[in-house]
């Protein structure tokens, strides 16, 4: 299948480097990576140009004006885009482990859609990153809360994969995501009335569920590390949890601001 590596960023180009630069380390390599620009400053657009020309993965870069967080409206642009049959999500402040990709292609099967982990850097390890420093992260000193999300195995893996936290949908991450694109298609993409930070991803998630695609998890393996930052705004968080809400009580599996609009 073909594989669209699906990367969000906004106006933090050195951390969307270090993404890159993992990318470009994995051991296997998706088809195209499609970057999904919430409308950057020219300085991304040049990075991502320097990019182009080092490694052999096409760079698809789609963006749109800066007119406040509008995560949800550029992903569901950049999921037009992709060529992938197969879409892996990430977000642009994350380095992967050597074995990301090839992990989630793994887990790949019809009617699933996958969310992975995270391991949280710290903001002394972030800033040695973003300095240019050699260095590794690892999960081991990033405390117990991460550790589990930090070790692979390949058996565990795959014997948690449908078992793990099924109960709980809204256990999941945007930053360590895939689906079918024709599955996003079916429930028209993501819901762009969404605005500023909180519930997009959980609320695609559910209404995929409405539509009959299953939840799988990666455990044991997907590694990767978020670079610190402060929390985003969520003072649309009311809103938000409404829609929700009005999705799960009602058994919604389309969003009308979507990817198609009427």
Known sequence: MFVSLLISTYNRKEALALSLHSVSAQMVKPDEIVIADDGSQDDTCQL???????????????WHEDNGFRLSAIRNKAIVAAKGDY????????ILNKYFIADHLELAERGFFVCGSRVGLGPISTRRLLAGYNYTPSFIKQGPKYMF?????????HYLAKRYA??????????????????????????EDLTMWGQEDTEIAYRLIHAGVKKMYLKMGGVQFHLYHAMAS???????????????????DWCENGILKK
């Open 48 to 62: 991502i140009e320097q990019f182009r020309k080092k490694v052999d993965i096409p760079i698809v870069h789609v």
């Open 87 to 94: 879409i892996i999500q990430i977000d642009g402040d994350v």
């Open 149 to 157: 999300n930090g070790i692979r195995s390949r058996m565990l893996r």
């Open 234 to 252: 969520n003072e649309n968080a009311a809103f938000h949890s409404k829609v929700l809400e009005r999705v799960i009580e009602e058994n919604i």
């Open 166 to 191: 099924q109960k709980n949908i809204s256990r999941l991450r945007g930053c360590n995501m895939a689906f079918w694109k024709e599955d996003l298609l079916r429930v028209n993409g993501y819901n």
